[in-house]
């Protein structure tokens, strides 16, 4: 069975093609960006090219459906491509960052799914639009293929009530679903999954603090293979300092500084989400490696936005514990989180007491899935490269053959 992986950004379309039969191995995969312009920019490479050949050209692709279009010419390019003279993709997952509270696993997407996806626009209107069009490109380039919603949410449905639900006036939860609803929930789950394989722990036993640290970044606490509690709210904003995001602070800010600054909301919906974090404090860049450089070079702001980044994390590494009653295991990825071995001993080094310890030379090894806790420490840390991709692929092979559809 072969499964394209579509994430649709606003003028962007990344895709992997999986061959899910026995080895759940990628046959192609590429990038296409600035959609919408003159010249579109694709990134191609497949199983077929040498290691490091890639394909890199401009292409016409005014819309999405056109870029999809351009992913199925490059399949068959008898040079590049990887079928010969018919596609053959037996069904598609699509990355889709909002499903609100109707989805708590994956679709196979209907005329239904797709309302949903379009009533939460409102609450995802930078993501679930995209998204949505990706969606119907597909539909348009892959008649009759069956079409699956991998959501970013879903894995957060578990939580509870008393971890949801924000200290307002209920009607307003209960008018606008005004809730936490948490995001990265494919990369949460499939590292948690991995960290419990890779412990031998049996999942349905097992306490673990997933720290998903990227651009965005978020943590979640998963108990017995479940979330309890995650970082992100109603919108990516919510939690850790983050590149370009504020994370949590009091809300009374925003009133205040739109006030001071005569900011209307789409401008302080900016500021929140695009000039602060670790670019708004540092005044350098989102990039942590350009803050680290910075800072080894004496720039005090820079080492602020390291330690603020940091202290923000090891603070939700203590309380998940507490709301876990329990850890048995702390993982990091995403490319913080998996590269960032300053970043690793800085969070953890205050959590001593709690028993969380890390091996220097283990946290600064070049393996890439690791144990970085010393030999006979309680609880585990691990890194573990996240691959929210291949589970999008698994949980499409999954939904298709649930839903008895035939594929070839
Ligand atoms: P996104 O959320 O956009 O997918 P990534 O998961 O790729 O982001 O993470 C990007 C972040 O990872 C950037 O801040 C980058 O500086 C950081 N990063 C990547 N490699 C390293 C490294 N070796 N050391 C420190 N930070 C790194």
Redo the contacts with the bound molecule.
């Keep these: 069975m072969k499964v394209m992986v579509i994430n649709c950004g606003s003028s962007s379309l990344k895709f992997k093609l999986y061959d899910m039969e026995k080895t759940n191995s990628v046959i192609a995969e590429g990038v296409i960006e600035e959609i919408g312009k003159d010249k579109s920019k694709f990134k191609y490479k497949s199983k077929n090219m040498k290691k490091d050949e890639e394909v890199v050209r401009d292409v016409e692709a005014k819309d999405h459906t056109q870029a999809v279009d351009q992913v199925t010419k490059i399949l068959l390019d008898p040079k590049a491509g990887v079928f010969k003279d018919k596609i053959e993709v037996d069904a598609v997952g699509h990355r889709v960052v909002h499903g609100g509270e109707k989805f708590s696993k994956s679709a196979l997407i209907t005329k239904g799914v797709k309302e949903v996806i379009q009533d939460c626009f409102e609450i995802a209107p930078l993501h679930n639009p995209p998204n949505f069009m990706g969606i119907e490109a597909c539909e348009t380039i892959f008649p009759g293929v069956p079409q699956v919603a991998v959501f970013d949410t879903a894995f957060h449905q578990t939580m509870k009530k008393e971890a949801y639900i924000y200290g307002l006036p209920y009607e307003l939860y209960e008018r606008y679903h005004v809730r936490k609803y948490g995001f990265h929930g494919t990369s949460h789950e499939y590292v948690s999954q991995r960290a419990a394989e890779f412990l031998k722990k049996d999942p349905k036993k097992f306490k673990v603090i997933t720290c998903h640290l990227?651009?965005?970044a978020s943590i979640t606490a998963v108990k017995n293979g479940q979330s309890v509690d995650t970082s992100m709210g109603l919108t990516p904003l919510e939690g850790l300092v983050m590149?370009t995001r504020t994370g949590d602070m009091d809300p009374a800010v925003v009133t205040f500084l739109m006030k001071k600054e005569h900011l209307s909301a789409d401008e302080m919906d900016n500021l929140l989400n695009k000039k602060s974090g670790l670019k708004g404090i540092s005044g350098i860049s989102?990039?942590?490696?350009?803050i680290?450089a910075a800072a080894a070079n004496g720039n005090n702001r820079a080492q602020f936005a390291i330690d603020i980044f940091c202290y923000r994390i090891t603070k939700y590494i203590g309380s998940y514990a507490a709301a876990m009653g329990g850890l048995d295991a702390v993982v990091f990825t995403?490319?913080?989180g998996e590269?960032?071995a300053e970043?690793r001993a800085k969070v953890l080094a205050p959590l001593g007491f709690m028993g969380i310890r890390v091996d220097n030379t283990k946290n600064k090894s070049k393996e890439k899935e690791k144990i970085i806790s010393p030999v006979g420490s309680r609880i585990k840390v691990l890194v573990i490269p996240t691959n929210e991709e291949l589970m999008i692929a698994m949980k499409t092979k999954y939904v298709v053959a649930e839903s008895g559809n035939i594929y070839r």
């Design positions: 990227g651009n965005g590149g989102n990039d942590l490696r350009e680290m995403g490319g913080i590269n960032a970043v």
